[in-house]
């Protein structure tokens, strides 16, 4: 398992262009990709629907969570794109 943690930069939050973006990218690997939020939340990064329904904020942070056989390779995809669709805003 390996981990990264954001901070959600864009004034809107999590909208529909990086959680489109986050979830387009996700699904191209095999492994299990979530993201922890708030106090014990967490949210499936391969569906825009659970990654919109997090409802989090600018400013704050999320964990971003891979496990399994392209973990690495993974987190470091995932988080790249969602970095960039946060901060074309």
């Keep these: 398992m390996v981990?990264?943690?954001?901070?959600?930069?864009?004034?809107?939050?999590i909208h529909l262009r990086p959680a489109g973006a986050m979830s387009e990218e996700?699904?191209?690997?095999?492994?299990s990709i979530n993201f922890e939020y708030g106090i014990g939340k967490t949210a499936n990064a391969k569906s825009v629907i659970s990654i919109l329904a997090?409802?989090?904020?600018?400013?704050e942070e999320i964990k971003l969570i891979?496990?399994?056989?392209?973990?690495?390779?993974?987190?470091?995809?995932?988080s790249s794109k969602f970095i960039q669709?946060?901060?074309d805003d």
């Design 3 to 13: 981990s990264k943690n954001i901070i959600v930069s864009s004034v809107l939050g």
């Design 26 to 31: 996700a699904v191209k690997y095999d492994s």
């Design 54 to 59: 997090s409802g989090v904020k600018c400013g």
């Design 66 to 78: 891979c496990e399994g056989t392209d973990e690495e390779e993974a987190l470091e995809a995932v």
């Design 85 to 87: 669709a946060l901060e």
